[in-house]
């Protein structure tokens, strides 16, 4: 065969195997997933506390599969729902999450935002997302609406947790929680939070948008027996391997390892370790809108069901 010849048959090979991976990429970023976990954290004998955990939706009002999928997690009817955020992302997504939320929204609750409620996105290169993280920040789009997204959810009685401590009461258990504003901005004030979890509470929780570990180890040195957390969108594209695919990248300082799912924190630690916290950190339920793909990683809520040590 002559070089041009082959040449040409050679980029066309590719063309054809860019599309097909594109394709897949596509249709897995809408191929939304309820992922089922059972954490040993509450004291012995207490009865079970479903918690649903939602984050990263980035919703535009066109997502409507995502909105059907998101309004149909209200039949699982949890006892409590925390929101770690990037929930937005368009100006006018405000009243489609709450529709898409619904009945949740008279359950109790708990969010923080992340950085994609605060700016509206931004086309990107998507190669840059598996690229080391060159300290850069999108703060320069204008802002999404928020504060009205605040006001809905504390209307409707969740709590924000923007760099607060608060507790509620969900059945028989008294919940001690903190949140912080998003690392990824360094918008987290720990020096706020900071301080030993209620001892006398029954579980103490604390969460984040993003799983920088500066948060992680705070929160588990001040005793909370769980850490939830959103942002890594579970490295988004994973590359397969032997015993399961593997993130890149976690787009903060955590270790792709931990990019999504129940982990401990330290890391290495075993659940009677004191010191350390379950942490849970979801691939979340979108992408950036401009970028909608996802290899080996499908968007997910999680139904974390926690139950007696
Ligand atoms: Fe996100």
Redesign the pocket.
């Known amino acids: 065969m002559a070089p041009n010849a082959l040449l040409t048959r050679l980029l066309a090979a590719g063309a054809i195997a860019g599309a097909v991976t594109t394709a897949y990429a596509a249709d897995e970023a809408r191929r939304y997933t309820l992922r089922r976990v059972e954490v040993p954290l509450l004291p012995a004998g207490a009865r079970p506390l479903r918690v649903l955990h939602l984050s990263?939706l980035?919703m535009t009002p066109g997502q409507t599969r995502k909105q059907e999928w998101v309004r149909g997690l209200a039949a699982l009817e949890p006892d409590l729902v925390v929101d770690t955020g990037?929930n937005l992302s368009h100006r006018d997504a405000v009243p489609v999450v709450c529709d898409a939320l619904g009945p949740l929204l008279d359950v109790p609750g708990v969010f923080v935002h992340?950085s994609?409620d605060y700016f509206e996105p931004s086309l990107r290169n998507p190669l840059r997302y598996l690229l080391p993280d060159d300290g850069r920040r999108h703060t320069d789009t204008p802002q999404l609406p928020w504060p009205e997204l605040s006001r809905r959810f504390t209307d409707a009685g969740w709590l924000d947790l923007t760099n607060r401590r608060d507790s509620l009461q969900v059945g028989d258990l008294r919940l001690a929680l903190a949140g912080v504003d998003d690392p990824h901005l360094s918008y987290d004030r720990l020096d706020v939070v900071a301080g030993p979890a209620d001892p006398a509470a029954d579980v103490r929780l604390g969460v984040a948008h993003a799983p920088y570990l500066r948060v992680l180890d705070q929160y588990a040195a001040d005793g909370y027996d769980a850490v939830l957390a959103?942002?890594t969108?579970g490295g988004q594209v994973r590359l397969p391997w032997p015993g399961g695919a593997r993130a890149l990248t976690t787009n903060c300082d955590l270790e792709p390892a931990r990019s999504r799912g129940l982990h401990r924190h330290p890391a290495a630690s075993a659940p009677s370790d004191p010191g350390s916290s379950w942490l849970h950190v979801s691939a979340?339920l979108?992408t950036n809108p401009y970028v909608r793909l996802r290899v080996a990683c499908r968007p997910e809520a999680t139904l974390l069901t926690l139950v007696g040590r």
């Open positions: 990263d980035h990037d992340g994609n959103g942002h969108h979340g979108g």
